[in-house]
């Protein structure tokens, strides 16, 4: 699964965004974050000024899927901006469009993925946790220093376990 993962992981990094202390807010423009591979685009986090919480964007070209996965630190939210593709909570699967919201409980397996549509899906996804960006961060970071080698199944069980940003489910 960390395979589909990183299907379409792209560099370099840019990171647009800048630092911002807790409880002073800021606006980040269009365009702007820290671009993490795999159309990951961190918009918020406590890199930028968040008590924890985060926003990220996320584009799906076809083909892109997140793997079936769980979050134990907290629920989830998916906010579909454009595109088409599926959700699929607890083995229930959905289509998704434009203006669509997934709700995704505390534990629950899920998995967002756009393999039968031809255009780009983006979501835009808030968890009240930050683990998830250090996830993110975590295989971006080795991708980097090895873009050469692949991230293997276990390498990439590591970096969730070390994490705890999500664990994959078979």
Do not use: W
């Not at 965004?17 to 980040?28: D, K, P, Y």
């Not at 989830?76 to 669509?100: C, M």
């Amino acid at each position: 699964m960390a395979r589909t993962l990183l299907s379409n992981v792209t560099l370099p990094c840019l990171l647009l965004s800048f630092n911002a202390s807790a409880g002073e807010g800021f606006v980040l423009k269009a365009g702007d974050g820290e671009a993490l591979g795999n159309g990951i685009v961190v918009k918020a986090s406590p890199k930028t000024g968040t008590d924890g919480s985060i926003l990220v964007e996320q584009t799906f070209q076809t083909g892109a899927t997140t793997g079936l996965h769980m979050h134990e630190q907290g629920d989830e939210l998916f906010y579909v901006v454009s595109g088409r593709g599926t959700a699929t909570l607890e083995g229930a699967e959905k289509i998704l469009g434009p203006g669509d919201v997934v709700f995704v409980p505390k534990s629950a397996v899920h998995r967002i993925r756009n393999l039968d549509h031809s255009d780009p899906m983006t979501v835009v996804f808030f968890m009240a946790t930050h683990e998830l960006v250090v996830l993110f961060r975590s295989i971006h970071e080795r991708y980097v220093r090895d873009p050469s080698q692949p991230i293997t199944p276990e390498e990439f069980a590591a970096f969730e376990k070390r994490t705890g940003g999500a664990r994959t489910t078979r």
